[in-house]
């Protein structure tokens, strides 16, 4: 059954590790994602973002596939199926559909405004048994179509929010969606200790995981980040290898346009690259 990503990332803090979500668009993304974790007995959290859950034909469509996934797998480890830079709207549609956690991006409004809707859901998410998720400061990049210019966050603002009781903080330190670019500053450790040393124990939330150097990546766990997602770097390790699977021409050889051999070598990519993720972040054996 799927948990709240409370408890473990309360673990992950306080073993200083960090829990990794991976972003979903599809059935091979899902399997591939869970297949992995039970194998690595990692807990995990499965990130859906409003374009990829509009794509799966909606959210009860995509609980519903991982709820029955996790069912026939027999998947024994920690899963939360969790909101990505959710609207208010989108947070209410995910809260009805069985979603265990969500996020609510609130970091495009007035800090004033992002306090009073993030209380409003934290007040729902208790009622239900879930996790939530709050930011302050954007994520610079775009991804399906949320666009951050990528501002480190105000550790007092951070503060704000953090009393309110969400279970999880994402808080811009320079960190971006999608590919970093070869003039990228790094992460700001100056701001996310000020924020660290302000918000406790909360478990800190990295977006933007793909492309972090590996010291910068530790070095991140070590000051409170116990939740990193990770869904660009799967999206290309998928690409690279069905592009290969192409250009040899498997796809043309015997029935190799199947799909389920045609998607076969993505879906093992994507299981490679979780698997490195989850050995990178500590959360491997976690789950024992």
Known sequence: MLVSAKEM?????????AVGQFNINNLEWTKSILLTAEELKSPVILGVSEGAGK????FKTVAAMVKAMM??????????LHLDHGTYEGCKKCIDAGFSSIMFDGSKYPIEENVAKTKELIAICREKGMSIEAEVGSIGGEEDGVIGKGECADPNECKMIAD???????????NIHGKYPANWEGLSFETLDAIQKLTGDMPLVLHGGTGIPEDMIKKAISLGVAKINVNTECQLSFADATRKYIEAGKDLEGKGYDPRKLLKPGAE???????????L???VGKAE
């Open 281 to 283: 972040f500590g959360s």
């Open 71 to 80: 069912e026939e797998l027999n998947i024994t480890v920690p899963v939360a």
């Open 164 to 174: 309110l009781g969400v279970d999880m903080l994402a808080a811009g330190i320079g």
């Open 269 to 279: 990519a994507i299981q490679a690259t979780v698997k490195e993720k989850m050995e």
């Open 55 to 58: 794509y799966m034909t909606g």
């Open 9 to 17: 990332l309360d673990k992950a803090v306080a073993g200083h590790y």
